[in-house]
């Protein structure tokens, strides 16, 4: 099982970017997207369960949308108006493939792509 993580790079304030995590291997019916920045902790974005609900994390809702796209075994992550904030390395992440519950606990997630470099300049 692999996940892979692409789109990121670096943007100024108050622009947007796309991400993206392929799956391969099997499908998952929960996936999550986390970040960590310079110094600090992982925590959690955003997740989608296979049905399309989503939670997000306070910092981002309203600016961030998670989607997916199960005959791509793909999920996305549109950010807009990010902020300086924002800067970290993004991973997706997947609960495993029997779990339909959704968490906010990066201890739950038990696959994890390498992280994708999302940089924002003021």
């Known amino acids: 099982v692999q996940l892979q993580a692409s789109g990121g790079g670096l943007v100024q304030a108050g622009d947007s970017l796309r991400l993206s995590c392929a799956t391969s291997?099997?499908?998952?019916?929960?996936m999550g997207w986390f970040r960590q920045a310079p110094g600090k902790e992982r925590e959690f974005v955003a997740a989608?369960?296979?049905?399309?609900?989503?939670r997000y994390a306070d910092s981002v809702r309203g600016r961030y949308t998670v989607s997916r796209d199960n005959a791509k075994n793909t999920i996305y992550l549109q950010m807009n108006n990010l902020k300086p904030e924002d800067t970290a390395v993004y991973y997706c992440?997947?609960?495993?493939?029997?779990?339909?519950?959704?968490?906010?606990?990066?201890?739950?997630?038990?696959?994890w792509g390498p992280g994708t470099l999302v940089t924002v300049s003021s």
């Open positions: 992440a997947a609960r495993a493939p029997s779990i339909t519950v959704m968490s906010t606990s990066r201890r739950a997630y038990a696959y």
């Open positions: 291997g099997r499908s998952f019916n929960v």
């Open positions: 989608i369960g296979l049905d399309s609900y989503t």
